[in-house]
């Protein structure tokens, strides 16, 4: 049987040319054809590189004129100068909510008996309109007379009876929350409460202004804290006025600009669409139509004009300026001679006076800007492209000036990918080193197959299992007393970094491992074998002789595990917290707790809405251009790598 | 003969596409807001396909731009929209000589949300504002627990990302702490198991577990005070021209009939007729 099927010797070595089509001087027979559609294949993969390229590039390479016409228009037209203010009036919010906290705090503290009033009476309010709004309604729609009058009574009835099943102890509880401090409700808080709730019901859910006014009663026995607090609190107010004139003026010029240049681009791609249309049909009408109406928007601005107005403001600026910054330090003086008793308080005085060091800093840098600033000065490309890399706000779909600033988003993904690489890295690597040098043949029967098999999960299941499961593990994990000492514990956003890297880094690690694996896989046999003739055990030829030997490999393998884990979109989409503003670093390791945005998250996000071919939908392709440009050198420096270990081997 | 077969072949293939076609003719494609689209068309879609089993209708939900992006290129019957058709959009429908059709679909409250252990019961709009621009970042600055705010936001493809800017922010930006979720499924959940978070959702989320709604300017968020609450906005439906055949009585059952407003109003919405009632009867008092 064996012997018939065993095909002759002759007919076995004897490779027959067949004979194909001749066609221009080509050979076209079925091994050419095979051979033709294999290499076909290979250069239609580099054919749609090279298109992904253009198209990247296309898309992208109109932003930096584009941008540059924007900003020109910003500074035209003032908007530069009303952001020079108003950085300086952020920079006054950040601190004045700090200092505003300790008063609060310390008014609690000392005071909190005064305040109880306010929460009691909230929650009766609360009360009184889950269950008698429709008594309320009634008595509202009765016209006046005696009718109303009896009316009212029994409203005030029913009042007292539902506010009366609400438990003392429970309204204590409710009250603790906000001021931890109390201990009872006196009676005679709850009269007031109660008062005012009634009046709140009779009054067509009015609030009565008393309520509003307790807290400012209580604010004057603060002495001279709240003195301080008061001071601080107007030192802004004329820098705040003069914001407010500028960006006012401002903003019309330059969204009168805006729109001008947004119609004439309109009707100019109208007009070229009206020049193949037939004049009569009913398209080429509604197209000539639309033109006349954009044409009647666009109205002429006297730039220059308009901008008498703002540079009037320009000149009270430093004045403004230094009074804040004097007025809150008389504030910060004031504060010196308070009496503050409580320590968070303190903490949150301490924390002000460094922001309050920054803010100086702020506002003589734009002081400066300002005094320098010139709305003819031209904006140059490099001006765009230094916008676009360095600039610290990512703000898009804003009624005022859209800001694109990539330094929120490659913060917010390098630091990811460092967090993920962080854990990644010794885990993967260790892996393989296990795999590849102590693992029986049947541990890494399924150890190996297993790693990989991660690759398989798609990322979006991977994300929403992060958002579902792992947040929550990640948030109660860190509310557990002893692993307070854990940089970033506890964890307020549930969204953040670390639970991001943590996803990323079970994302990278089959990339990792199988390719660490491979690289010590191929160091040679001799290695291993002199190194253990020479009378090293398994564990020091592993570790001084075969990592060493694969060490580029490993390298390549971690540098390609971190371009996986830059170019992730969907889980940190999912779970990073999509928050675009740089990382708080002066918090060293505890800015693992915080929510950042990304590259891929803002280009996943934002394009949904962009209409192609505007300034926003350009820079998310600049975005994109920028992550394939890291992603290109990640790899090529890997290639590079590898190509010189099998160089050498 | 050769040439006569091949004729039938043709023929037949033309008349089985023409089938095809026809069959196609009675779906109906529905894309743009989330809003819209998550919960209230879907369950509009189900009980208008009991009375009419022949149709398709196809929902894709992503964002109120989607809806005209959509529609000017022919991929869509039906757009649903949480705000008002932008003017570079409606040059997009000029430039193919289409025109755009507004239907109210229904009108809606933003409800602001926070955590159900949150103790603040309201909000005034300036608070709001300070909350969602950034200057307050405490909650005791609001009568509240001490712990600093977290802010969740819809993010920029979303209609009501803008009409909230619009609504209880006087259009000024958002502060660059606020973290942009995916709908407002997200910043439920988010809301709901951050003690010190904050977010706006539709009102037609605004019932779920372990958050709740706070008064805005001391006006609850509910369909009898619509006309008093200081963030009620319009949703719409747009059509490529006015509709006809099975979209037109699609949309008047969807805006018009008995049962949709049923539906509407389960699912949290107020139905245009009760609002505009209700609109109607505050003016008149006044």
Redesign the interface.
């Known amino acids: 049987m064996a012997k018939k099927n065993q095909p002759n010797l002759s007919e076995r070595v004897s490779f027959k040319r067949k004979r194909g089509v001749q066609l221009m001087g080509l050979n076209l027979n079925a091994d050419g054809a095979v051979k033709g559609f294999f290499g076909g294949n290979a250069y239609l993969a580099i054919l749609f590189l090279f298109f992904i390229c253009i198209f990247l590039f296309k898309s992208a390479i109109g932003f930096i004129p584009g941008y540059r016409t924007e900003l020109s228009e910003a500074r035209i037209s003032g908007v530069e100068a009303a952001n020079h203010v108003n950085y300086q009036l952020?920079g006054y919010?950040?601190l004045?909510?700090k200092v505003?906290?300790a008063f609060?705090?310390e008014r609690?503290a000392r005071f909190g008996a005064l305040e109880t009033v306010?929460?009691i009476y909230?929650?009766l309010?609360?009360i009184i309109?889950d269950q008698l709004?429709n008594e309320v309604?009634e008595y509202t729609e009765l016209d006046e007379g005696p009718e109303k009058e009896s009316a009212a009574i029994t409203l005030k009835e029913s009042v007292r009876k539902v506010c009366a099943t609400l438990p003392r102890s429970k309204l204590l509880e409710?009250i603790q929350?906000?001021l931890p401090e109390t201990e009872e409700i006196s009676e005679d808080s709850y009269t007031r409460a109660l008062i005012f709730a009634e009046q709140y019901a009779l009054n067509e859910?009015?609030?009565p202004d008393e309520v509003n006014r307790i807290p400012s009663m209580i604010n004057e026995q603060m002495g001279s804290f709240f003195k301080a607090i008061d001071t601080i609190k107007q030192s802004d107010d004329e820098l705040r006025q003069i914001y407010v004139m500028i960006e006012k003026q401002a903003l019309t010029t330059y969204q009168t600009i805006f729109n001008n240049r947004?119609n004439q681009e309109?009707i100019d791609?109208?007009s070229k669409?009206l020049e193949s249309l037939e004049s009569e049909s009913?398209?080429?009408v509604?197209?000539q139509?639309?033109i006349d109406k954009?044409r009647s928007k666009i109205v002429e601005v006297d730039t220059d004009e308009n901008i008498k107005l703002v540079y009037a403001e320009i000149k009270k600026h430093d004045e403004a300026a230094d009074k804040m910054i004097s007025e809150f330090q008389a504030g910060v003086d004031l504060l010196a001679k308070a009496e503050i008793q409580t320590e968070?308080s303190e903490i949150l005085i301490k924390e002000s006076s460094r922001l309050f060091d920054e803010l100086k800093e702020i506002s003589s840098d734009r002081k400066a800007l300002l005094t320098e600033w010139n709305h003819q000065k031209p904006v140059t490309i490099w001006d765009s492209i230094t916008a676009f890399f360095f600039g610290a706000?990512w703000?898009?779909?804003?009624?005022?000036q859209s800001l694109y600033g990539l330094v929120?988003l490659f913060t917010g993904s390098l630091l990811i990918s460092v967090v993920a690489m962080f854990f990644a890295v010794p885990l993967a690597i260790g892996a393989a080193i296990y795999v590849n040098q102590f693992a029986t043949k049947r541990e890494a029967g399924f150890l190996k197959p297993g790693i990989e098999f991660i690759q398989a999960i798609p990322s979006v299941v991977l994300g929403l299992f992060g958002?579902l499961v792992v947040?929550?593990l990640l948030?109660g994990l860190s509310n557990v007393g002893w692993l307070s000492w854990i940089p970033g514990f506890p964890i307020?956003?549930?969204?953040n970094v670390l639970l991001a890297g943590l996803l990323l880094a079970f994302m990278a690690c089959p990339t990792i491992f199988t390719l660490a694996e491979d690289a010590l896989n191929n160091v040679p046999k001799a290695y291993t074998e002199a190194s253990l003739a020479m009378g090293a055990n398994k564990l020091q030829t592993a570790l001084r002789i075969v990592v060493p030997a694969s060490l580029s490999g490993i390298v390549a393998a971690v540098m390609l595990g971190f371009g996986r884990v830059i170019g992730e979109t969907m889980v940190v989409?999912?779970v990073a917290?999509?928050?675009?503003?740089i990382p708080d670093l002066s918090k060293g390791l505890g800015v693992m707790g915080e929510?950042v945005?990304t590259m891929t998250g803002i280009i996943a996000?934002?394009?949904?809405?962009?209409?192609p071919g505007?300034l926003h939908w350009k820079a998310l392709f600049m975005v994109g251009l920028v992550l394939f440009l890291i992603s290109l050198c990640i790899n090529s420096v890997c290639q590079r790598i590898i190509a010189k270990r099998s160089n050498k081997n | 003969m050769k040439i006569k077969t091949l004729k039938t072949v043709v023929t037949s293939l033309f008349s089985s596409l023409a089938m095809i076609s026809s069959a196609a003719a009675e779906k109906i494609e529905i894309k743009g807001s989330d809003t819209l689209g998550a919960k209230l068309v879907p369950q509009l879609k189900a009980e208008y396909l009991k009375t009419n089993p022949s149709l398709t209708i196809d929902i894709l939900a992503?964002?109120?731009?989607?809806a005209f992006?959509n529609l000017v290129a022919g991929t869509a019957n039906i757009g649903m929209s949480s705000r008002k058709v932008k003017d570079?959009?409606?040059?997009?429908f000029?430039?193919?000589?289409?025109?755009l059709v507004e239907h109210i679909a229904a009108y809606d409250m933003i409800a602001v949300i926070v955590n159900e252990?949150n103790?603040i019961?309201?909000l005034s709009l300036t608070q709001i504002e300070g909350i969602f621009t950034?200057?307050?970042?405490?909650w005791?600055?609001v009568?509240?627990?001490?712990g600093?705010i977290?802010v969740y936001t819809r993010?920029?493809?979303?209609g009501t990302?803008?009409s909230f800017?619009g609504l209880a922010m006087s259009?000024?930006?958002y502060g660059?702490?606020?973290?942009?979720?995916?709908g407002n499924q997200?910043i439920c959940?988010?809301v709901s198991?951050?003690e010190?978070g904050i977010g706006y959702v539709g009102l037609a989320y605004a019932d779920g577990d372990n958050y709740k709604t706070v008064?805005v300017d001391?006006?609850?968020p509910k369909i009898?005070k619509i006309s008093k609450y200081p963030l009620a906005r319009k949703l719409y439906y747009y059509t490529v021209g006015e509709p006809e055949g099975e979209v037109a009585k699609l949309l008047t059952w969807m805006t018009q009939s008995e049962e949709a407003n049923e539906i509407v109003a389960k699912i949290g919405f107020v139905p245009t007729p009760v609002a505009a009632a209700a609109i109607k009867k505050d003016a008149e008092t006044e």
């Open positions: 952020t919010d950040a004045y909510t505003n906290q609060i705090n609690r306010v929460p909230e929650e309010e609360s309109d709004e309604d409710e929350v906000r859910y009015e609030t947004t309109s791609v109208l669409d009913k398209r080429a509604a197209i139509e639309r954009l968070k706000d703000k898009t779909g804003s009624n005022r929120p958002v947040a929550g948030q307020q956003d549930r969204l989409l999912l917290g999509n928050k675009a503003r929510s945005h996000q934002e394009y949904g809405e962009v209409e505007v | 992503q964002g109120s731009g989607h992006s570079k959009e409606l040059d997009n000029a430039s193919k000589g289409k025109k252990k103790p019961k309201k950034g200057s307050i970042t405490d005791s600055e009568g509240g627990k001490a600093s977290s993010n920029t493809s979303s990302y803008k800017s259009k000024k930006d660059d702490k606020c973290q942009k979720l995916e997200p959940t988010e198991k951050n010190n008064k001391g006006v609850s009898s």
